[in-house]
């Protein structure tokens, strides 16, 4: 068994009985092997916002004797690991210089691009966009950092002819669009990091309901992964406090892409609409 079937294997086993703070460092884990391979267990819990005991718990709750021995596992996937180890601690251990931010922020969202083009098969996709082309209703929900994408791509598929519905948020906006819901609609559903309640209990709806289910998430440990039909990866990694958007963004927008290449009679007449309409309402600054 590899060190990653070891690592894999034993966070998925254990998950149902850790706590919840355990569950948040078993999908940061998961996620981001590269940085737990080089970083302390005090990183490790900044990152998630738990303390380092729990850290440690986590780890013994795998059968690991602690985070040094979980870390150790880790970096048997890195053949080259040994001779980074402390560059990588250094450049952990070492504030971003304010004159750096900048490029910093850039370099890891197009890490972040590039890393989630990798997650993704070219099956898996083309199955996706076939499920959503061909769905008579489409729902897309997604709150907090993912209401970028989740406008996105509504607004996209909306504007292109699509029966298309975005909801950011629950309560009586999200019970309204899910009651309407049918077997042959979709429901693509995005949530990140801290899972929002809604988006998952719209999923776990839309599954009772026979409807299609996509997800646009960050771990295969996300509670959206265990529900879908379909899911996909986007890795989140951020300089700052928070996850970046930037590698679901630019998922979403493959997706738009690929629909309008297999409709593109449909998205030429949609658009050509949607100018007209703009130019009758005079909405749009002429200059």
């Known amino acids: ?101 900048l490029a910093q922020v850039f370099a890891t969202d197009i890490d972040n691009i590039k890393h989630t083009m990798e997650l993704v098969t070219p099956e898996a996709f083309e199955s996706a ?63 990140f990091w801290r899972y929002y309640r809604e988006t998952v209990e719209a999923m776990s709806r839309a599954k009772e309901m026979g409807a299609k289910r996509i997800a646009i998430t960050d771990s295969e440990l996300s509670p959206l992964a265990r529900l879908a039909d379909h899911v996909f990866l986007a890795a989140t990694d951020g300089v700052a406090h928070s996850a970046s958007p930037i590698a679901s963004l630019a998922l979403v927008n493959a997706f738009v892409a690929a629909l309008a290449f297999r409709r593109p009679q449909q998205t030429l007449t949609a658009l050509r609409s949607v100018d007209a309409g703009y130019q009758e309402s005079q909405i749009l600054l002429e200059e």
Not at 144 to 154: K, N, P, V
Not at 157 to 175: C, D, E, I, W
Request: glycine residues 8%; hydrophobic residues 45%; charged residues 20%.
């Open 1 to 101: 068994m590899t060190a990653d079937e070891t690592v894999s294997a034993r966070i998925a086993a254990a998950f149902p009985r850790l706590s919840r703070g355990q569950k948040q460092i078993a999908r940061f884990v998961v996620g981001n092997e590269y940085f737990v391979a080089f970083a302390s267990a005090a990183e490790v819990a900044q990152k998630v916002d738990v303390s380092p005991a729990t850290v440690v718990r986590f780890c013994q709750a795998l059968g690991y004797e602690g985070y040094p021995h979980l870390q150790e596992v880790i970096r048997q996937r890195f053949p080259r690991a040994a001779a980074t180890v402390q560059k990588i601690e250094e450049r952990l251990a070492t504030p971003v210089p304010e004159n750096d931010v």
């Open 129 to 191: 966009v076939a499920e959503i082309e061909g769905a008579t209703g489409i729902l897309v929900v997604g709150g907090g950092i993912s209401a970028s994408a989740t406008y996105f791509l509504a607004h996209s598929l909306k504007k292109m002819g699509f029966p298309v519905q975005a909801v950011t948020t629950g309560g009586m906006p999200l019970s309204l669009e899910l009651s309407t819901l049918k077997p042959d609609d979709v429901l693509i559903g995005i949530s």
